[in-house]
């Protein structure tokens, strides 16, 4: 007798692990990015009025609005709220994040974005390094096929 496989509208028990991860990931994003950005303006050594001076700069010197409404510049109880965790009303705009990374040369905020694709931020030692390992990995093949060619002669 033929076995019978039955299709199902639900998905597989791995499938819905994995979306069960992805969404917990998404739920804590935002928080995680404001804490990140809360810490990176508590150490900065700009107040936090000079980092919402300079965003609302970067802001009219490139023409793009942070905020919803008509707000023309970035008030410091603005960038309060953006910058903490627990407010779920009033997230930073991507403009704003961005501006917000830009303001206090600080990229440590993308960290949480970046993990939830399971990306970390490559600094210039990480670069070297990983330039140093291409190239220890490239001189070990090219000695085995020297080898290779010697043994051939």
Request: aromatic share 6%; with cysteine; net charge positive.
């Amino acid at each position: 007798m033929k076995k019978v496989q039955q299709f199902t509208l639900f998905h597989e028990e791995n499938q819905e692990m994995e979306y069960q991860k992805m969404a917990a990931t998404l739920a804590s994003l935002m928080p995680m990015i404001r804490s990140a950005m809360n810490r990176t303006a508590e150490n900065h050594d700009l107040s936090r009025d000079l980092i919402a001076d300079r965003m609302t700069d970067i802001s009219r010197s490139s023409g793009v609005k942070l905020s919803r409404g008509n707000a023309k510049s970035v008030k410091t109880d603005t960038l309060a709220k953006w910058l903490a965790p627990e407010d779920r009303e009033h997230p930073p705009s991507l403009n704003a994040f961005v501006a917000f990374c830009m303001a206090t040369e600080d990229l440590s905020p993308l960290g949480p974005l970046l993990r939830a694709f399971g990306v970390e931020i490559m600094t210039e030692k990480d670069k070297k390094l990983r330039d140093y390992g291409a190239v220890v990995l490239a001189t070990k093949k090219a000695q085995k096929k020297k080898k290779q060619l010697e043994a051939d002669l």
